[in-house]
């Protein structure tokens, strides 16, 4: 058992939190399971012993009748819901996507979907829910009318939007966590650019519920740099969630252990998320590898999670002084030498 990691004063939510799907039994697109499957909500309490104080789902893992259980196990275990999502993505119904079919009914099926998703994150108390991109893209140019999917993508938002303020108040917002590809060859919201202009397209009454959700693997896959999209996120005041993971440079989404591939970039995140304020919550998105033996599963998010404070701490040491001082005189080499100082001592 791990005692809760805790960020040292962090603005607002102060615990981290992982997803159940980080647990998953091992599964590749090259072969099946190395692991048996455990069921969604007994990962719960395996979540809360990793240290984690928050969990997320998808509609697929605690779909709208397991909720009054699901409550119940978190209860029992001390965790709350941090976001939950439709999935968009698993059903074979969503092969091409959900909001931007071809097939207007689909598309309606997919805003369904993310209607009863946006009740159950308000039933498991959830103040987030997050649109991953998933099957939303294309494989060959010309499948689809791209200024037409991204009406789509717009009308979809504004109704969910709209459903939400009707039923729900201001009990959620809605976070759009871009990637640029898997499963799809190229996806929609690729990168938090895309994210934030789309929001901008949105009506005037949807926009302030819609946000970002980085994650940083997805940058690296994008070969992009995390913190400036982080950063970006910041500028325009739509940093609602985060997903903290790392990537071994531009290949397929491996989801590894916070602060395995770059802890010096990392560390700089911290320091930027510390001067921010950034009062949501720090989930990992990572995925236990199916190398792992069973009852070894957890070690993806005790390992994320002790990275994570060790970096934070380190972090709240940052001489923030020292580094204007240093980007005054333009030495940036030196700053990256600070920092290094910083992570690993003289
Ligand atoms: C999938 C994605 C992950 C995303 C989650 C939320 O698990 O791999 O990146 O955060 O869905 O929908
Ligand atoms: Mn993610």
């Given at each position: 058992m791990t005692a809760p990691f805790t960020l040292r004063d962090k603005t607002g939510e102060a615990g981290v939190g992982a997803?159940?799907?980080?647990?998953?039994?091992?599964?590749?697109?090259?072969?099946?399971?190395?692991?048996?499957?455990?069921?969604?909500?007994?990962?719960?309490?395996?979540?809360?012993?990793?240290?984690?104080?928050?969990?997320?789902?998808?509609?697929?893992e605690i779909p709208a009748e397991d909720?009054?259980?699901?409550?119940?196990?978190?209860?029992?275990?001390?965790?709350?819901?941090?976001?939950?999502?439709?999935?968009?993505?698993?059903?074979?119904?969503?092969?091409?996507?959900?909001?931007?079919?071809n097939d207007s009914a689909i598309r309606k099926?997919?805003?369904?979907?993310?209607?009863?998703?946006?009740?159950?994150?308000?039933?498991?108390?959830?103040?987030?829910?997050?649109?991953?991109?998933?099957?939303?893209?294309?494989?060959?140019?010309?499948?689809?009318?791209?200024?037409?999917?991204?009406?789509?993508?717009v009308e979809g938002f504004n109704a969910v939007a709209q459903y939400a303020r009707e039923n729900h108040g201001d009990a959620v917002r809605f976070a759009l966590e871009p990637k640029p590809n898997e499963p799809r060859a190229n996806m929609y919201l690729a990168n938090v650019g895309e994210v934030l202009y789309l929001i901008?397209?949105?009506?005037?009454?949807?926009?302030?519920?819609?946000?970002?959700?980085?994650?940083?693997?997805?940058?690296?896959i994008a070969g992009l740099d995390y913190l400036w999209d982080v950063e970006l996120c910041l500028e325009a005041g739509k940093l609602f969630h985060i997903h903290l993971n790392a990537q071994d440079g531009q290949r397929f989404d491996?989801?590894?252990?916070?602060?395995?591939?770059?802890?010096?970039?990392?560390?700089?995140?911290?320091?930027?998320?510390?001067?921010?304020?950034?009062?949501g919550i720090v989930c990992f998105d990572v995925k236990a590898p199916r190398t792992d033996d069973p009852k070894n599963i957890a070690d993806i998010l005790t390992t994320s999670g002790q990275n994570l404070i060790w970096l934070w701490e380190r972090a709240l040491q940052v001489d923030?002084?020292?580094?204007?001082?240093?980007?005054?005189?333009?030495?940036?080499?030196?700053?990256?030498?600070?920092?290094?100082?910083?992570?690993?001592?003289?």
């Open positions: 997803g159940v799907w980080n647990l998953g039994p091992g599964g590749d697109p090259f072969g099946g399971p190395t692991r048996e499957a455990i069921p969604i909500l007994d990962r719960l309490p395996m979540i809360a012993e990793a240290g984690m104080s928050f969990y997320e789902a998808h509609d697929s909720a009054d259980k699901a409550i119940k196990r978190a209860e029992e275990c001390g965790l709350r819901c941090a976001m939950y999502t439709p999935s968009f993505f698993a059903d074979p119904k969503f092969k091409d996507g959900a909001m931007t079919s099926a997919g805003l369904e979907n993310a209607k009863r998703a946006v009740d159950t994150t308000v039933k498991l108390g959830a103040k987030t829910m997050v649109f991953w991109n998933g099957r939303e893209g294309f494989d060959f140019v010309l499948a689809k009318n791209g200024q037409d999917s991204f009406k789509r993508l901008s397209r949105l009506d005037a009454e949807a926009q302030p519920l819609f946000g970002a959700n980085p994650e940083t693997a997805h940058s690296r491996q989801d590894l252990p916070f602060g395995y591939t770059e802890p010096l970039k990392d560390l700089a995140l911290l320091v930027v998320l510390q001067d921010a304020k950034y009062d923030r002084a020292r580094i204007a001082a240093l980007r005054e005189e333009n030495r940036a080499t030196a700053i990256a030498g600070y920092l290094a100082e910083c992570l690993y001592g003289r």
